[in-house]
């Protein structure tokens, strides 16, 4: 039993925060990839997320 509230409750929150942390590398942001990781499936989300490229590097002064 507690097996499934684990599969039904805590898998797709932890599944979501992961797609966010993969997002903080590309050009979503880590809410953008996580809503969409909401909104569409973590599948979509993914797709999203390696859809919308490497986020640019910032220009160091000096």
């Given at each position: 039993?507690?097996?499934?509230?684990?599969?039904?409750?805590?898998?797709?929150?932890?599944?979501?925060?992961?797609?966010?942390?993969l997002?903080?590398?590309?050009?979503?942001?880590f809410?953008w990839?996580?809503?969409l990781?909401?909104?569409?499936?973590?599948?979509?989300?993914?797709?999203?997320?390696?859809?919308?490229?490497?986020?640019?590097?910032?220009?160091?002064?000096?």
């Amino acid at each position: 039993m507690e097996l499934t509230l684990l599969f039904v409750y805590a898998l797709p929150i932890v599944t979501v925060l992961a797609l966010g942390l993969l997002g903080t590398t590309r050009r979503l942001g880590f809410w953008w990839t996580a809503l969409l990781s909401i909104v569409l499936t973590p599948i979509g989300g993914f797709i999203a997320a390696q859809l919308s490229g490497a986020r640019k590097a910032k220009r160091r002064a000096g």
